[in-house]
C-alpha cells in the first residue's frame, strides 16, 4: 500500500521575503497600473472642474504699496537712540502688520474715501452660500418686523459694513526677512483697488504720528504717579523680609540651612549602611542555605569562594574529606564494600562530615550576627533622619516664605528703577512729528488680474485629481481581501494552487469569443445569444474546448487527485466551495465531463441536497434519483442519466419538498452504501456538495469521500472567510487535495502579480491554448488523453 503524502497544508510559500526593502517598487507599479483607471477618472474630473471655475470666477484685481519701518529716521530728533534686536525689531513688525489689519484703520480709510457710498464695497460678488444666507435673513427680517431705523443709524451701519469689507480685502505681510511691510487690495475694480491701497498707506503714517503723542503725554502723567506708590511699597517689602528672618531665626552657611547640611550627611552615611547590610544578607542567606540541607547535602556544598569568607579549616577538612571518599572508592572496588578497612574510611569520612557541618554552622551564626548589628545601624540612621526631616521642614516652610517675601521686595525695587528711569527719560526728551515709517512703493493701477490663475488652477487641479484617486486607490487597495494569485492560495490557505478558471462569458475573454464563432458556424440551427451562455454549453466548456486554459486547469486538477490519491483505483472527489455563486457545480459538471471524455468511467453525483443546481439542468426533471436511492426507495442505478457524448453516469435529484436534515442523509448508511456499489462500477465519484461556510452538509460527506477540489471565485470571496472554514475543521482540511480560482479574469490577473510571476507572461504563451476543431457528440477522446 502506498503512503499517503503529507497535507497540502504544509506546502510553503515561494514567494521570497520582500519585508527587508524599504520601499517595494514591483508593487507600487502594479497598484499603478491596475488603478490607472480610477485615478484618470479623478484627474479628468478635477481637471473639468477647474476648467469650469475659470469660466465661471469673477477676475480680481491687486493694487499693492510697500510701507518701510525705520527708527532712523527719527536719530537727529532724538538724543541718544536704543538699538534694538533682532526680537524686538520682529516684534515692532509684526505688530504693525496688526495696526494695518485693525478696524479702526479700516474706519479711518472708509470715512476718507467716503467708501461708504460706494456700491462695489458694498455690494461685491457673492457665493452660492452668502447668496443663501442673506436669502434667508431677508426673509427673516420681514416675518419678524423689524422697527425703523433713523439715517443716522443706516449711515453708520453702512460706514461699518463698508470698514468690514475693505478689512476682509485688505492683505499684509512682511517681505522675507526686511522691515518692510507689503499691503495689497482685492478688488473687481482697479482704480479703487489703487484708491484703497494709497489711502491705508496715508492712514498708516498718520496713525503713527497720533499714537505718539498721545503716549508721550499719558505717559509723563501716568509715571509720576507710579514712582510715588512703588517707593512706598519697595521699603515697606525690605523692612518685612529682614523682620521675618530675624524672628524665626533662618541662619544659614554657604547658601544652606544648617539642617540641610545635617540631612545630606545622615543620607549618606544610610546609603553606605544599606549597601552593609544587603551584604551581610547575602552572606548569611547563603550560609544559611548549606546548613539546612543537613550534614551530607553541607558537605557537598561546602565550596565557598575565598572572597566570602577566610577560614581555610572547611577548605582543609573538605581537602581531607574527599582523600579519605577516594580512598574508600578504591578500597570497596578492590576488596568489596565489607572490607575492615572501607568500613573504618566511612567511618573517618562521617566524622569529617560532622566537622564540616559544625564549622558551616559557626560561621553562619557569626554573619547571622553581623547581618543583625548592619540592620541595627541602618534603623539607627533611619531614626535619625525622621528627626532631621521633621525639623528641617518647619524651617523649609519658613524659607519658602521669606524667600517669597525677598522675591516681592526685589521685585518692587527693580520695578521702581525701571519707572524712575522711563520718568527721567520722558522729563528730558520731547515728542516730534517724525514717523518712523515711509512709503517705499506707491499703489499703482493693476492692468491684469492677479486671480484666478489660470496655469495654477488647472496644476492644482491636475495634482489634486492625482491625489484624490491615490487616495482611493490606496482605499480599494486596503480593502483588497480576496484571493488573486497562486500564490496567495499557497501562503495563506497552505495548499496546492490547481490553476485559474477564465471567467467565461466576458466579451474581452478572447478565448470563449473564438469558442462560440465555432460553435456558431457548425451549429447553425442553434442560435447562441451574444451575451448569454446556455447552461447546457456552460457544462461542456472543457469537453468542447479541450486545449482551452479552463481544461488545462482542470487537468491539473485530475493529475493532482492521481498523485494525491495514487493506489486506490476507484476515487471519490468532492467538489467544495466556501460562498455559494461561486460556480462550483459548473466546475463538478466540466471535470466529471473532461474525466469520462478521457475514457474514464465517471459518476456525477449532485449532492448539494438545498440547491441542486446539476439536477435543474437535466431536461426532463428526473423523477427518482439521489435522495430515493440514499433512502432505500428505489434503486440507485434507477436514477442515472447518461450523457450521449461523453458517456458521463449522472446522479440527480428528484424534485421534492423542502428538507431539514440534509447533513444527516448526506452521513447516513444508505450513502455509504451508495458509494461502496459506486466505487464497484466507476473509476471517478465526482460529487457536487453544499457551500462549507452556509451549511455542514460537505463535512457530513467527509468520511465517505478521499479528497475535495476547492473552488474560490477571483476577487470575489474574502481570503478570511476561506481560511477560517477550513481551519475551523482539520480533518477536512487534511483532505482538500487543491484550489481552483473560478471566475477569473485573465486580462486583469497580470496587474496583480509582481515583476517575473508567471501571470506576467501568460499571453507569451497563449498559442498553447489554440482551440481545435469542435467534437461532435459520440465521438469522445481517446482512452487516457484527457491526461
Known amino acids: 500500500m502506498n503512503p499517503r503524502p503529507l497535507p497540502l497544508n504544509t506546502v510553503p510559500s515561494l514567494r521570497s521575503d520582500d519585508s527587508d526593502s524599504f520601499i517595494d517598487l514591483n508593487r507600487l507599479t502594479a497598484i499603478a497600473a491596475r488603478r490607472s483607471r480610477v485615478v484618470a477618472v479623478c484627474v479628468v474630473v478635477c481637471f473639468l472642474l477647474g476648467a469650469i471655475y475659470l469660466l465661471t470666477a469673477t477676475p480680481v484685481y491687486t493694487s499693492q504699496t510697500q510701507i518701510l519701518l525705520d527708527d532712523n529716521l527719527s536719530k537727529y530728533a532724538e538724543e541718544a537712540p536704543s538699538p534694538q534686536s533682532t526680537q524686538q525689531a520682529d516684534t515692532q513688525i509684526s505688530s504693525a502688520v496688526e495696526i494695518l489689519k485693525s478696524g479702526e484703520l479700516a474706519l479711518h480709510v472708509a470715512d476718507s474715501e467716503k467708501l461708504w457710498e460706494n456700491d462695489t464695497i458694498l455690494n461685491p460678488p457673492q457665493s452660492l452660500m452668502s447668496m443663501l444666507k442673506s436669502t434667508i435673513r431677508s426673509v427673516t427680517g420681514v416675518f419678524s418686523g423689524t422697527p425703523e431705523i433713523s439715517d443716522a443709524a443706516v449711515r453708520n451701519s453702512r460706514r461699518e459694513t463698508a470698514a468690514a469689507y475693505i478689512q476682509q480685502a485688505i492683505t499684509v505681510e512682511r517681505v522675507a526677512r526686511s522691515s518692510v511691510v507689503a499691503l495689497s487690495y482685492k478688488s473687481i475694480d482697479p482704480q479703487l483697488a489703487a484708491k484703497i491701497t494709497r489711502a491705508y498707506a496715508n492712514a498708516y ?48 552657611t ?44 553541607a558537605v557537598n556544598n561546602a565550596t565557598i569562594s575565598s572572597k566570602e569568607t577566610d577560614n581555610t579549616v572547611i577548605q582543609d577538612l573538605r581537602t581531607r574529606y574527599l582523600a579519605v571518599t577516594k580512598r574508600e572508592q578504591a578500597v570497596a572496588q578492590n576488596f568489596g564494600a565489607d572490607h575492615p578497612q572501607a568500613v573504618s574510611l566511612r567511618t573517618e569520612k562521617a566524622e569529617l562530615a560532622g566537622q564540616i557541618f559544625r564549622e558551616l554552622e559557626q560561621i553562619t551564626a557569626s554573619y547571622r550576627n553581623e547581618f543583625e548589628v548592619a540592620k541595627s545601624r541602618e534603623a539607627s540612621l533611619r531614626q535619625s533622619i525622621e528627626g532631621v526631616v521633621g525639623n528641617n521642614s518647619e524651617a523649609n516652610r519658613s524659607l519658602i516664605e521669606l524667600r517669597e517675601m525677598e522675591q516681592r521686595a526685589t521685585a518692587l525695587k527693580t520695578l521702581y528703577e525701571s519707572y524712575l528711569g522711563r520718568y527721567e527719560e520722558a522729563a528730558q526728551q520731547r515728542s516730534f512729528p517724525i514717523a518712523k515709517a515711509r512709503i517705499i512703493s506707491d499703489a499703482g493701477v493693476p492692468t491684469s488680474p492677479s486671480s484666478p490663475k489660470k496655469t495654477m488652477v488647472l496644476a492644482l487641479s491636475i495634482v489634486l485629481g492625482f491625489m484624490v484617486g491615490a487616495a482611493i486607490a490606496g482605499v480599494q487597495e486596503f480593502r483588497e481581501r480576496f484571493f488573486r494569485l497562486e500564490e496567495e492560495v499557497r501562503s495563506i490557505l497552505g495548499h496546492k494552487s490547481l490553476g485559474y478558471l477564465p471567467l467565461i462569458g466576458k466579451k474581452t475573454s478572447t478565448l470563449w469569443d473564438k469558442t462560440r464563432s465555432r460553435l456558431a458556424k457548425e451549429d447553425i440551427n442553434k442560435p447562441e445569444p451574444e451575451t448569454d451562455i446556455p447552461l447546457t454549453r456552460m457544462t461542456r466548456i472543457a469537453v468542447e474546448s479541450p486545449r482551452s486554459a479552463f481544461a488545462e486547469t482542470l487537468r491539473n486538477a485530475k493529475l493532482a487527485s492521481d498523485v494525491m490519491l495514487q493506489g486506490r483505483p476507484n476515487r471519490v472527489i468532492g467538489i467544495v466551495s466556501a460562498l455559494p455563486g461561486e460556480g462550483k457545480s459548473t466546475i463538478a459538471a466540466n ?57 458521463l453516469a449522472i446522479l440527480p435529484i428528484a424534485p421534492r419538498e423542502q428538507l431539514y436534515h440534509t447533513n444527516e442523509l448526506l452521513a447516513s448508511p444508505g450513502m455509504e452504501a451508495l458509494i461502496a456499489n459506486a466505487r464497484k462500477a466507476f473509476d471517478y465519484i465526482v460529487v457536487d456538495l453544499a457551500p462549507l461556510a452556509p451549511v455542514i452538509d460537505a463535512k457530513a460527506f467527509s468520511p465517505y469521500a478521499d479528497g475535495f477540489l476547492m473552488v474560490v471565485e477571483w476577487g470575489k470571496t474574502p481570503s478570511r472567510l476561506v481560511r477560517d472554514v477550513l481551519q475551523s475543521d482539520p480533518q477536512f482540511n487534511a483532505k482538500i487535495l487543491g484550489v ?48
Not at 473560478?742 to 496583480?752: A, I, S, V
Request: charged share 25%; hydrophobic share 35%.
Open 591 to 647: 471535470f466529471a465531463g473532461l474525466l469520462a471524455a478521457s475514457g474514464k468511467r465517471t459518476l456525477l453525483v449532485d449532492a448539494d441536497l438545498r440547491n441542486p443546481a446539476i439536477s435543474r439542468m437535466i431536461s426532463p426533471p428526473p423523477k427518482t434519483g439521489l435522495l430515493e436511492a440514499v433512502l432505500g426507495e428505489s434503486e440507485w442505478t434507477a436514477g442515472l442519466r447518461v450523457d450521449p457524448q461523453t458517456r
Open 740 to 787: 481552483m480560482l473560478n471566475k477569473t479574469d485573465m486580462d486583469e490577473l497580470g496587474k496583480y502579480s509582481d515583476f517575473g510571476a508567471a501571470e506576467k507572461y501568460r499571453k507569451s504563451y497563449e498559442k498553447y491554448y489554440i482551440e481545435q476543431p469542435l467534437r461532435r457528440p459520440g465521438n469522445p477522446l481517446p482512452s487516457g488523453s484527457g491526461s
Open 254 to 297: 554657604r547658601g544652606e540651612l544648617m539642617s540641610e547640611q545635617q540631612l545630606s550627611d545622615l543620607n549618606s552615611q544610610l546609603i553606605v549602611a544599606q549597601a552593609d547590610t544587603a551584604s551581610a544578607s547575602a552572606r548569611y542567606d547563603q550560609f544559611k542555605s548549606i546548613v539546612e540541607q543537613g550534614p551530607d547535602n
Open 205 to 252: 503714517l498718520t496713525d503713527q504720528l497720533n499714537a505718539n503723542f498721545d503716549a508721550t503725554e499719558r505717559a509723563s502723567v501716568w509715571l509720576q504717579e507710579r514712582l510715588t506708590d512703588l517707593r512706598q511699597r519697595a521699603q515697606a517689602a525690605s523692612l518685612e523680609a529682614e523682620k521675618f528672618k530675624t524672628e524665626h531665626g533662618l541662619t544659614s
